[in-house]
């Protein structure tokens, strides 16, 4: 597609109940990433994919996230049991390739609330 | 560790005033820098970016230039809109993620 699309827009969840929100990249794009941004926060890194290889989840907060892309397109971000801190904006963004020159096309997030 | 450091926002100009938002970073080698901008209710986008020291980068009539010396990456902007009111995010680029910063809201006001 054109752009990064992310669904659902919105999501409320109450607190021990799991979620899934998925990222559908930009076609062609190799580079997946998931981030996590806070009210009045900057985002904050997840996780990272090349192609169907998730080569660093170093932000994943706890065992509850999990993410997963296994054909090299659509990716989807699980939280289990969810709880009141999970509440936030997630972002997801591609990128052409890998490597430091290229910037990437975020999506307009998934905005969990969690009650 | 690798992180980036805005000025404290919001930051509140009248229409056509000067605009910097200063930001500096610390991190191994030398990355790619970037702005992003993220409107009210929207995603975040791509302002402009730098990939080398004294690069500029520019869009839209703002400009950031890569200073290695001093580890920086201000915005700027001659002369601001309403339109430009938004949360503006100083990012660099390490060997695949993006580090942001805590971002900097800017309201301009008619």
């Known amino acids: 597609g054109a752009g990064v699309s992310q669904s659902p827009r919105y999501k409320v969840a109450k607190r021990g109940q799991d979620v899934a929100l998925r990222c559908d990249p930009i076609s062609g794009h190799v580079s997946l990433f998931w981030y996590q941004q806070a009210l009045g926060q900057g985002p904050e890194f997840l996780t990272y994919?090349?192609?169907?290889?998730?080569?660093?989840k170093s932000g994943l907060p706890s065992d509850r996230f999990f993410a997963e892309r296994p054909e090299g397109s659509v990716s989807t971000l699980k939280i289990q049991r969810t709880q009141q801190e999970d509440s936030a904006v997630y972002l997801c963004?591609?990128?052409?390739?890998?490597?430091?020159?290229?910037?990437?096309?975020f999506g307009s997030g998934t905005r969990l609330t969690v009650v | 560790g690798n992180s980036v450091t805005q000025m404290e926002g919001p930051v509140t100009l009248s229409e056509e005033a000067f605009l910097t938002i200063n930001c500096t970073y610390t991190?191994?080698?030398?990355?790619?820098l970037f702005w992003y901008v993220q409107y009210p209710g929207e995603g975040l986008q791509l302002l402009l970016k730098a990939t080398k020291a004294d690069d500029k980068g520019s869009n839209k009539g703002f400009e950031a230039t890569y200073r290695k010396e001093t580890t920086s990456f201000h915005l700027e902007k001659g002369s601001v809109q309403v339109s430009d009111s938004a949360v503006y995010f100083c990012a660099f680029r390490g060997y695949s993620t993006l580090t942001f910063g805590k971002g900097t809201m800017l309201l301009v006001s008619p």
């Open positions: 963004a591609s990128s052409l390739r890998g490597g430091t020159v290229y910037g990437y096309t």
């Open positions: 991190a191994t080698g030398y990355p790619s």
């Open positions: 994919f090349q192609n169907e290889a998730q080569l660093d």
